[in-house]
């Protein structure tokens, strides 16, 4: 049982690259996640899913997209990345609206 | 509009003696608030919660204080033990539902 598991663990972007953070989960759970983290800030809500084809935005959604066509699966897409993109991104887990969320290790971008 | 808030960014503590973490948060519609745990390059992990009719939930060496006319919690950590030395986020969210607000943490290194 490997929990959340995120990949890559580090990238350096390119300004107006692209790429898709990957996020899967073994644990069935219906709600997923991504938050990103700045520097001495909070984890800030990007986008969410409450299941396999429901998505919604979180709190940081412009410039990202998302998607979510399995229960395990929940990548997050960048399609033109700004230096303002530059964070540790985290996904998240849990099996339902109220429960505890569990998170991957995380990805570090950056963006040049 | 920084809805849940942690004032100090840091904190040292001895080994033995009690580590008081503080959060203050501002939503009145919160009621139900957590305490997580992360260290360096991973990804947090869930410590300790306490729901809004409570004011206080224990867990071993760890226990959450809510003060709800102060909209105030805090967190208890005795005796502290080196392994606690992390950075704590507050988070708290309104009832029935799934999005979480996030304090900026408070980094706390325990002294031998």
């Known amino acids: 049982n490997a929990g959340v598991t995120q990949t890559p663990k580090f990238r350096i972007l390119k300004i107006g690259q692209s790429m898709t953070l990957q996020c899967t989960q073994d644990?069935?759970?219906?709600?997923m996640y991504w938050y990103r983290q700045d520097p001495g800030m909070g984890l800030k809500l990007i986008y969410y899913s409450v299941g396999a084809g429901i998505t919604d935005k979180g709190e940081v959604p412009n410039g990202y997209n998302v998607s979510r066509s399995t229960t395990e699966d929940f990548p997050l897409r960048l399609e033109l990345a700004a230096p303002s993109q530059t964070s540790v991104y985290f996904c998240?887990?849990?099996?339902?609206?109220?429960?505890?969320?569990?998170f991957g290790p995380g990805t570090r971008l950056l963006v040049l | 509009d920084q809805q849940v808030k942690q004032n100090s960014p840091s904190l040292s503590v001895q080994e033995g003696r009690i580590s008081i973490l503080n959060c203050d948060y501002t939503?009145?519609?919160?009621?139900?608030f957590l305490w997580y745990k992360k260290y360096p390059a991973e990804g947090p992990t869930f410590l300790i919660s306490i729901s809004s009719i409570k004011d206080k939930n224990e867990d071993g060496r760890f226990t959450v204080f809510l003060n709800k006319s102060a909209k105030h919690l805090s967190l208890h950590i005795v005796p502290s033990q080196p392994g606690d030395s992390a950075v704590y986020f507050c988070?708290?969210?309104?009832?029935?539902?799934?999005?979480?607000?996030f304090g900026t943490g408070t980094r706390l290194t325990i002294i031998p």
């Open positions: 644990m069935n759970h219906n709600y």
């Open positions: 998240a887990s849990s099996y339902g609206r109220e429960e505890t969320q569990y």
């Open positions: 939503n009145s519609m919160f009621d139900y």
């Open positions: 988070a708290a969210r309104p009832p029935g539902n799934e999005k979480l607000t």
